[in-house]
Each structure stands twice: as C-alpha cells, then as structure tokens.
C-alpha cells in the first residue's frame, strides 16, 4: 500500500528558512501536497504540486519534487512563530475514482522560536 | 473555509455504548470522507463516500459504519465503542475535477472511558 514517510520535528529561529521532507512510496501519484494544521483545528491545504512539475513557488512557500527518488519538500523563507504548527505531506494515487482519496503522513511538529 | 461542520465537537462516552458523529456540509461537494487523527499515525481514512448511498471502507473501517441519505450529510457510527476508538475525527469533503485536494471539518474530539 500507499507510505508517506516524514519526520516527526523541527525546530528553528524565527527569520530562518525552515525545510521539511517527506518521502513516498507510490510511483502512479499524481498530486502531492502539504497541509498545515495548528492546535485545535482541522487541516488547511497549504499548497500542492503536480507529479509532472520540479518545483512550485508560492510567495515563502517552496515546493521541490523529485520523482525519480519519490522525495518532497517544503521550503519556508523567514519563518515566523506563527508557522510553529503541524505540517503534513499526502499525496493521491492516480486512480481516477478514488481521485481526492489521500494519503498522509504522520506530520511533523514544526517549533519556530523567537 | 469551506462549509463543513462536525457534530458533536467533543463528547465523552462509556465503553459499549453506541455513537454518532455528523457531518455536514453546504459545499454540495460528491465526495465525503471520516479520517481518524492519533499520536504518531497521522491521518488515517476510515469510511469515504463517492455519492448519496454510495460508500466504501477505507484502511481503518473495522468498528465503525457510515450512511449517506442526503448529498449534505454523512454521519459515522461506532455500533459499540471501545477504548481503541478515543481519537479525533475529522470530516473532510472534496470535488471531482479538482486537483484533488481535501477541505477539512474541525474535528470531533471522542474520547470513550
């Protein structure tokens, strides 16, 4: 089955770039993406990149893919303590059905400090 | 936000006992999904829906079951809970022809004593 693999903290200083990876096990994924969820809430799709694009740039947001060694990464410039949340990676099989059926990570704990 | 509410936000219940949770949405999304969240597994799909009536088991549907009468509603029932079931469980709702991406509920923290 599907494996989305991440680790589970990082900490930082505020106004550093922060870089979380993730790796995945399934070749047929079409969409991959990253979800942020902060304390007591639900998760909110921060971005997501197509299986046939390298790279996606969203003002501090970079997201780098390499297919070839199934590796996704997430890239925040200047980071600020308002990112301190948990970020999840997921991705979706290219299965046309089950199309928004994702498949996630254990999240990783990101701690920005002043 | 997209417009999904989760009912009840917590609740606390007794082993053996029955529960339902509700989902609820405005978006006229098809798809409709139950994630559970715990330590150290993330998220993990329990029962989706692909339509009214339409339902089918995710990777964790052992104990629970869920119904689709209405486009706006999905509701997750745990016939008989156990202690293994104390999670929080999210509702997430998604459209076909998007790019895939799921639109999350708040969650309903269950904890079963």
């Known amino acids: 089955g599907e494996d989305v693999e991440q680790s589970l903290f990082l900490s930082v200083r505020e106004g550093d770039s922060s870089v979380i990876n993730c790796t995945y096990t399934?070749?047929?994924?079409?969409?991959l993406y990253w979800y942020k969820q902060e304390p007591g809430a639900g998760l909110q799709l921060l971005t997501y990149i197509f299986s046939n694009m390298d790279m996606k740039q969203d003002q501090r947001l970079t997201v780098l893919l390499n297919k070839k060694d199934k590796h996704l990464s997430l890239r925040i410039a200047d980071t600020q303590t308002g990112d301190s949340a948990i970020y999840f990676c997921a991705e979706t099989p290219d299965r046309g059905s089950t199309l928004g059926r994702l498949y996630f990570g254990r999240g990783t704990q990101l701690t920005v400090w002043p | 936000d997209a417009g999904i509410t989760q009912s009840p936000r917590h609740k606390v219940t007794e082993t053996g006992t029955p529960v339902t949770l509700r989902c609820h949405q405005t978006?006229?999304?098809?798809?409709m999904y139950w994630y559970r969240q715990d330590p150290g597994h993330g998220l993990r799909l329990i029962h989706y829906s692909y339509g009214v009536k339409d339902t089918d088991k995710g990777e964790v549907s052992d104990g629970y079951s869920v119904s689709r009468s209405k486009t706006e509603d999905f509701l997750l029932t745990l016939e008989s809970a156990t202690s293994s079931q104390t999670s929080v469980y999210f509702c997430a709702i998604s459209e076909i022809g998007n790019t895939g991406e799921l639109f999350f509920g708040e969650g309903s923290r269950l904890t079963v004593l």
């Open positions: 978006e006229n999304h098809r798809y």
């Open positions: 399934d070749s047929s994924s079409t969409y």
